[in-house]
């Protein structure tokens, strides 16, 4: 399937409800790729749900490991991270391996791996005949990354074009060296092997909020794509939705989490808008009683259905509806996995309408 685009989004709850909202021309034009990066058990029922869904609506996407933080339980599975993925979703009502079990999603195989989690992919294959990803980081030296995907390719029993490549630009804070880099690694390895997909991959939505200026901000992953293409034409536009592109540390436990400002970020052509609002608080940086977050976001849901980015690219997707209902009072969105679904289901739709890149 060719796909116009791909998204990372990240195994978290707002994220994973934009997923089980798609609609199935959604899933059918825009590729998926959701980085695990928590485990728990309500996540891994919200990921199995959006998986499920996916795979009804024709899609069977990515699924990466990479980013699973070293102290995460999930580092400490026999079988590698993505073993508890796997038994949740081909095992029986028994707990045995069902017969007619297919995994719904394809593994992507980070680059710098050791021997004993890569035998582990190798199983994988051999148990599934999956197709793969492979993620490539920016900052991987041209010369490196041949002989490392020769020894995958190997090890995997897979030839290159069962293999979709993700070259990870990651957080694009103006660095003049990504552009060369991306496009060195693309036009070298495109060259070189025939992948089933080459796919470049930004983000641009910066780790903290508290110092950005609401308005009109630029999307800088469209620019990235856009220089690369003019030495390896055939590579893909990917992004990481509306999300910063790193997890970030996991919580503390017994800590409490500051409750986050409503805000939005919503994609227009080539363009995103922010959209915020500030909530009153005390000096222990606490919301004040009576200040309503839901009510907050109304007011960033009416500014943004105002701008020229809704009235121009406003779609028929879940987030939109979600966000006419929030503007005129008849739904309420008071937390951030909320507003990051809304935000989310929007990218995907306006990404499968392909308007940016068929006007590139």
């Not at 195994?11 to 485990?39: F, M, N, Q, Y």
């Not at 660095?175 to 070298?188: K, M």
């Not at 800590?255 to 805000?263: A, V």
């Not at 809704?310 to 937390?335: E, F, H, I, P």
Request: aromatic share 6%; hydrophobic share 35%.
């Amino acid at each position: 399937m060719a796909y116009s685009a791909t998204v990372v989004v990240r195994s978290k709850t707002g994220e994973l409800a934009a997923l089980r909202e798609l609609a199935p021309e959604e899933a059918r034009a825009v590729r998926i790729c959701v980085d695990l990066v928590s485990d728990g058990p309500d996540l891994m029922k919200g990921l199995t749900a959006a998986l499920e869904h996916l795979k009804r609506n024709g899609q069977k996407p990515l699924l990466d490991v990479t980013k699973v933080h070293s102290s995460s339980r999930l580092r400490d599975q026999p079988g590698g991270p993505l073993d508890p993925v796997v038994r949740n979703m081909t095992e029986g009502p028994n707990g045995q391996l069902a017969l007619d079990a297919e995994l719904p999603f394809s593994p992507v195989v980070p680059l710098r791996i050791g021997d004993r989690e890569l035998r582990g992919y190798a199983m994988l294959r051999e148990a599934y005949d999956c197709t793969f990803g492979l993620r490539v980081p920016v900052t991987c030296p041209v010369g490196e990354a041949p002989e490392r995907i020769e020894r995958h390719l190997a090890a995997l029993r897979i030839s290159a074009d069962a293999v979709e490549l993700l070259i990870d630009a990651g957080f694009l804070a103006g660095s003049a060296t990504v552009v060369r880099d991306c496009g060195r690694l693309a036009t070298e390895l495109g060259t070189r092997y025939r992948f089933g997909s080459i796919t470049v991959v930004g983000g641009s939505i910066p780790p903290k909020r508290g110092e950005l200026a609401p308005g009109v901000l630029a999307r800088p992953e469209f620019e990235l794509w856009q220089q690369v293409r003019t030495g390896a034409p055939a590579v893909r536009y990917g992004d990481y939705g509306v999300v910063h592109p790193e997890a970030g540390q996991p919580d503390e436990p017994n800590k409490p989490r500051t409750r986050p400002n409503p805000y939005l970020f919503y994609t227009g052509r080539r363009r995103t808008r922010f959209a915020y609002r500030a909530m009153l608080r005390d000096d222990k940086r606490r919301p004040l009683p009576g200040e309503d977050p839901g009510a907050y976001f109304r007011e960033v849901a009416q500014e943004t259905v105002a701008s020229e980015e809704y009235q121009r690219c406003a779609t028929g997707a879940w987030g939109d509806r979600r966000l006419r209902d929030c503007s005129n009072g008849d739904a309420v969105a008071a937390n951030s996995p909320d507003w990051i679904a809304i935000g989310t289901s929007h990218h995907i739709a306006h990404l499968a309408a392909r308007g940016d890149l068929e006007a590139a």
